[in-house]
């Protein structure tokens, strides 16, 4: 079944597309008043803001892009992969819609929806424009490094007292990309725990900009 998803646009041209990820047990319009809020300040943009494939097992209101809470790991990047090939899916078929390019494509995402971003990115033969991640790591580094096959551009941002996904292991994911030569930096938001703050609000939509 393909992803559902919402979308937000304006009767402009548009030039570029932005995916916006939801993390675990949210779903599709938890990110929809960041995406308006940056859609003022980047009218040839289309949003889309699409639902996980499925219902997350401890929140039956949200959504989850794979089971985080089931010991059987294989079981969990299978789930991964799947994810990784729905969004692939999506993204052929709105750049089909509006004759866009993989180069117009970015990729937002938040705790596991930078998971599932940085994945897919790094997975994809056509190289994207970039890579947000908020609140988020790589899932597997092993399973990561034999995936991938293009190298793409990368912002993580981070809160300094994220209670779910510590920062250190954001530095950790940081790291890894770095040593294979990805371009790749990072912000920490002081004060901040598992969330988006105005700072990072700000600090996202600079990095898009620049990549227009």
Same mark, same amino acid.
């Given at each position: ?7 937000? +646009? ?6 570029? /597309? /932005?995916?916006?990820? #939801? !993390?675990?047990?949210? =779903?599709? +319009?938890?990110?929809?008043? @960041?995406? *308006?809020?940056? #859609? ?7 949003? &889309? ?17 794979? $089971?985080?809470?089931?010991? $059987?790991?294989?079981?969990?990047? +299978? ?10 899916? @999506? ?7 509006? *004759?866009?390019?993989?180069? =117009?494509?970015?990729? /937002? ?26 609140? !988020? ?20 941002? #981070?809160?300094?007292?994220?209670? &779910?996904?510590? @920062? ?9 990309? +770095? ?13 901040? !725990? #598992? ?9 996202? @939509? ?5 990549? &227009?």
């Amino acid at each position: 079944m393909d992803l559902v998803y919402e979308e937000i +646009k304006s009767d402009l041209k548009i030039n570029q /597309v /932005v995916f916006m990820l #939801h !993390g675990y047990g949210a =779903d599709a +319009k938890d990110f929809l008043s @960041l995406a *308006n809020y940056w #859609h003022r300040f980047l009218p040839n943009t289309l949003f &889309v803001a699409p639902n996980a494939p499925r219902k997350c097992q401890i929140n039956s209101a949200g959504y989850e892009w794979f $089971d985080l809470m089931q010991t $059987d790991k294989d079981k969990t990047i +299978k789930e991964l992969i799947e994810s990784v090939d729905k969004l692939k899916i @999506l993204t052929d078929k709105i750049l089909k819609k509006y *004759n866009l390019k993989y180069k =117009d494509v970015i990729y /937002v995402g938040f705790s596991q929806g930078t998971m599932l971003a940085i994945h897919t990115a790094l997975n994809s033969v056509e190289i994207i424009k970039g890579v947000l991640g908020y609140s !988020g790591k790589i899932y597997d580094h092993q399973l990561l490094q034999n995936s991938i096959n293009s190298k793409v551009k990368i912002y993580m941002i #981070h809160g300094s007292k994220d209670e &779910v996904i510590p @920062l250190e292991q954001m530095y950790e994911s940081f790291d890894f990309l +770095k040593k294979l030569d990805f371009e790749i930096k990072y912000k920490i938001l002081e004060n901040c !725990g #598992h969330s988006i703050s105005a700072e990072g609000t700000s600090e996202g @939509l600079n990095f898009i900009r620049k990549l &227009v």
